[in-house]
């Protein structure tokens, strides 16, 4: 019987409160917010799914990444560590994804069904720590766990410098369309703080009005 993993989209409780300070600390920011308030970050509140989905859109676009996991949830009916584990590696690449990233997904999939995941230990852990231990799994690396941390476990400090959508943002509102780089990036989000998850979601979607989620 596979595990049932759909759970009811979860608000963050911080989140107006972001959106007041974020407003009044950067110009730009508040424009973007006041531009796009109707959407906020939620969590679909499954861990194996927001880590199998993060590391499908590995590498790849946001349109590119749903694709794939709309592919995958027909191909499954359900999302789960035992209907991936148990399903064929040739199945899965029919919906687009590589052979590394079907092994990754069946890895992790063997590990959330020998009980890896304590939900308790993991809110306990600040971010730099919990990020570390999701590390140790295969095919998943800084920026899958940091998607984790943004979309499962709502942190709302989590800054990905190595995003591409972040940092192309951050160029073309920030930096007039020109690279910028991760120390100056850095140095521009240090008025975000506590909620730079936060200023992060509505710089990926002044790129793309589709909430990026996972």
């Not at 939620?42 to 749903?66: E, H, N, P, Y």
């Not at 199945?91 to 092994?103: D, E, N, P, Q």
């Not at 940092?167 to 910028?180: C, D, E, F, V």
């Amino acid at each position: 019987m596979a595990i049932k993993t759909t759970n009811p989209p979860i608000i963050p409780s911080y989140w107006e409160t972001a959106l007041k300070e974020l407003r009044e600390r950067d110009r730009i920011l508040g424009k973007l917010i006041s531009t796009d308030g109707s959407e906020v970050l939620r969590s679909q509140g499954d861990a194996f799914t927001t880590l199998a989905r993060a590391i499908v859109g590995q590498q790849i676009s946001v349109k590119a990444a749903a694709s794939v996991w709309h592919k995958l949830t027909l191909q499954l009916t359900e999302i789960s560590p035992y209907t991936v584990f148990s399903a064929d590696t040739d199945l899965l690449k029919t919906c687009g994804l590589s052979a590394r990233k079907v092994s990754y997904i069946q890895d992790l999939s063997a590990k959330f069904l020998e009980g890896v995941h304590d939900e308790a230990e993991w809110q306990r852990m600040d971010d730099e720590s919990l990020i570390k231990l999701l590390i140790q799994f295969r095919g998943i690396g800084r920026w899958t766990a940091e998607m984790f941390l943004i979309f499962y476990m709502l942190r709302p400090n989590v800054l990905p410098l190595d995003d591409i959508g972040l940092q192309r943002a951050i160029s073309i509102h920030y930096n007039q369309n020109q690279t910028i780089d991760k120390q100056s990036i850095q140095k521009i989000a240090e008025e975000w703080q506590p909620w730079r998850s936060v200023a992060t979601w509505y710089l990926w979607r002044s790129l793309d009005p589709i909430p990026v989620a996972y």
